[in-house]
Structures are given as structure tokens and as C-alpha cells.
């Protein structure tokens, strides 16, 4: 049971959508693409953090987003992506500190490359589970990402940061957080079931998972509208953010079948490189 699709109304929002083709640059650690759930998702694996690939295969932060993203559907196990049609492009500029523990460092230079990579690549999103300082090498390429057309989400951090404080970034936080910034999105991000390494499942919490989840609704209304730039995802998502009940209390998260019953309204122009 998917507690945070439901809230999120995944499934209905798969009818209109399921991401198909829309490429997203997953910048984090490396994940499990052998996982049964990740079969035919991943279509680029590349390492700036060192040359072991059977490491990057057993890291569990960069498994466990991608599942929240492109979880396959319809393969009669496990659990479901919120865009289980699109492609990942799995860019490790992270390394995980413990081999049973989600958490990870990154530092400028191999963010930069995967940065640097995601723009050649031509992803349409950017997907950035992390938070930092302010860094000016970072923000030149955030920028030259949004000119090149990709939509960067990235997670909510108190105070300066990147990437949540960059203009254009969708910057994301939990459901669950009674407090967020103006203009911060929010998410399920407690206890949500998506993968582990091996070919296994697990919950996990945090910012990091909620940013995968706005990825994935971003991913849905490409699909829909290949034109779609932030500023656009940013007020779209917004206007379909609803309050819900919860038993923790009012949880407020986006809605991805609001989101993409309003995005059918809006003429957009195709994008200038569509997939």
C-alpha cells in the first residue's frame, strides 16, 4: 500500500499521464538498475565519484529516489513510480558514508560534472534529493540548465542553500512539516515504501523523498506539455496543493491529478529539443 501515492492521487493521475519518454537526471548516489523495478528505466549510469560500479550498485539513496520516481508499473510486484514510463539518467556525484545507511556527502566538483552531464544529456528535469551551501560554480550551471529548458527540483533547506534557494528551482519539502517557506512544495516525506538495493523494498523519510515525488509529477505534465518551463510547474503545482487529514494531523501536499486536469487547460508550445 502506497500511502503517499494515494494522498497524491498517482493513480488517477495516470490516466492522463505516465511520464513516457521524459528524461530525468537523478544527481545522487548510484542505485540498483538491476532491481526488477528499475528493469528498462535506467538509460545512463555514470560514476564522478570513483570507478566502482559494483559499489554504485549497492547504494541506497540513489535506489530508493529512483523508485519514488520510475518504479515500473504493471509488472505485478512491488510498488508503482509516479512516472513509471519515464527515463532515468542515474548520475552519481554522491557517496554513501555507510553501507546500511542512506546518508551521503557530495562535494562541488563531481555535483558540477553531473551538472554538466545532465545539460549534455538533454534531461528535462533535474532531480536533486540534496541540500548545501550557497555554491557560485553550482548556480552558474543551475542556470545554464533552466536557459537549456530543464525544470530543477531540488530539496528545501533552512537558510541560503543549494539548490532550494536558486530562482527557478522547485524547491521542496515535506507534507509533514507544519512550517515551510513561500513557495516551497510540499510532499509526502514519512515512512513512504519505495526501493532498496538487492531487490528489495523499505521505507524511508525525509525532504530527499518528497523532492522525488514533485520530480515525478513534474515528469507527468511534460509528458502532457512538452513545453512546460518552472515558472509554469511552480504555479501549476502550487494552485493543485490541497490540505488533508491525516493520523498525525492536516498534512498539505500536491495533488498530481489537480495538477495535470489544470495543465490540459493551458496552450503551451512544444519545447525547442522535445524528446
Known sequence: FQAGNERMDVTAAHRLSRGRGVRIALI???LDSDHPELLGRVDVQRNFVDADMQRFQLDRHGTAIAGIIAANADNGVGIVGIAPEARIL??????????????????????AQALSAAI???????????????DALLAALATQAVRAGIIIVGSQ??????????????????????????GV??????????????????????????TGEISGVTALMIALRSGLDAHQAQALLSKATE????????VRSVNACMALAALTALNIAPAAFAQ
Open 243 to 250: 490540505t488533508t487529514e491525516s493520523p498525525a494531523g492536516p
Open 28 to 30: 545522487d548516489t548510484g
Open 157 to 182: 533547506s533552512d537558510g541560503p542553500s543549494f539548490p532550494g534557494s536558486l530562482e527557478h528551482v522547485l524547491s521542496v519539502g515535506r507534507s509533514e512539516d507544519a512550517r515551510v517557506a513561500s
Open 90 to 111: 542515474a548520475l552519481k556525484a554522491c557517496w554513501q558514508l555507510q553501507p546500511d545507511r542512506d546518508d551521503a556527502r557530495c562535494n562541488s566538483y563531481t555535483l
Open 120 to 134: 549534455e544529456l538533454k534531461a528535462r528535469v533535474i532531480n536533486l534529493s540534496l541540500s548545501g551551501p550557497p
Open 185 to 210: 512544495l510540499q510532499a509526502p516525506g514519512r515512512e513512504v515504501l519505495t526501493l532498496a538495493p538487492g531487490g528489495r523494498y523499505d521505507f524511508y523519510s525525509g525532504s530527499s523523498i518528497s
